[in-house]
């Protein structure tokens, strides 16, 4: 089955500084893939996706970046604010065959004010 | 419209008893799967509906959990006999029809399950 790493556990940034979480997969039929934002207590919240026909998405601050050759894809914050302190997870699927979201372990992202 | 909801948000229980857990999904939405997430943890998938059928219960950690869905809309997880391990947030989540090309999940607020 499908599985996902996802680094690092935990990243500390500067209020205004980027920061960047890497993931990869295995299974090379996955072909969609969601980063959710999750706040303490509360529900994941999907931030942006990715499907495996395009290389980069942006919006906003947040950039996400695909490499299927590689398995492995990126989120990218600029420009950090203390809101975006949360944890994060990566995941991938596929639209067909086995549909649920495999995640990776999660990011707790804390930026400094 | 209203998204995701789950009832209770909280479950106090006694080690070996048995308890039910409710999703209701978006209108509409004809995906529902069930995801478990233990505390400072990612989620661990546990089954997947189309519509009432169950293409896919592979995540089900032993034959304590079962789980079904009625009429393409509410979902029940039962876990029979609870053991202090199954402890954690179950979350529910649900998606569009298979005949779209998008896999979006929304998430429930989930249910935290404490087994004393």
């Known amino acids: 089955g499908e599985n996902v790493e996802q680094h690092p556990s935990t990243l500390s940034v500067q209020e205004g500084d980027s920061a960047v979480i890497k993931c990869t997969y295995s299974d090379s039929a996955s072909n969609y893939f969601p980063w959710y934002k999750q706040e303490l207590g509360k529900r994941p919240q999907l931030i942006i996706d990715?499907?495996?026909?395009?290389g980069e998405k942006k919006d906003q601050r947040i950039a996400v970046t695909l490499n299927k050759t590689a398995k492995h894809f990126s989120l990218h914050i600029t420009e950090t604010q203390p809101e975006d302190s949360a944890v994060y997870f990566c995941?991938?699927?596929?639209?067909?065959?086995?549909?649920?979201?495999?995640f990776g372990s999660g990011t707790r992202l804390q930026v400094q004010p | 419209g209203a998204g995701v909801s789950q009832s209770p948000s909280n479950k106090v229980t006694e080690k070996g008893k048995d308890v039910e857990l409710r999703c209701d999904p978006i209108s509409g939405h004809t995906a529902l799967y069930w995801y478990r997430q233990r505390l400072g943890q990612g989620l661990e998938f546990l089954i997947y509906f189309q519509g009432n059928s169950a293409p896919d219960k592979s995540g089900l950690p032993s034959d304590r959990f079962s789980a079904e869905r009625t009429g393409e809309s509410v979902s029940t997880l039962t876990i029979q006999r609870t053991q202090q391990e199954d402890s954690a947030v179950y979350l529910c989540?649900?998606?569009?029809?298979?005949?779209?090309?998008?896999?979006?999940?929304?998430f429930g607020p989930g249910t935290r399950l404490t087994v004393l």
């Open positions: 990715i499907r495996s026909n395009v």
């Open positions: 989540a649900s998606s569009l029809t298979r005949l779209a090309v998008y896999n979006e999940q929304f």
């Open positions: 995941a991938a699927s596929g639209v067909t065959g086995r549909r649920a979201l495999t």
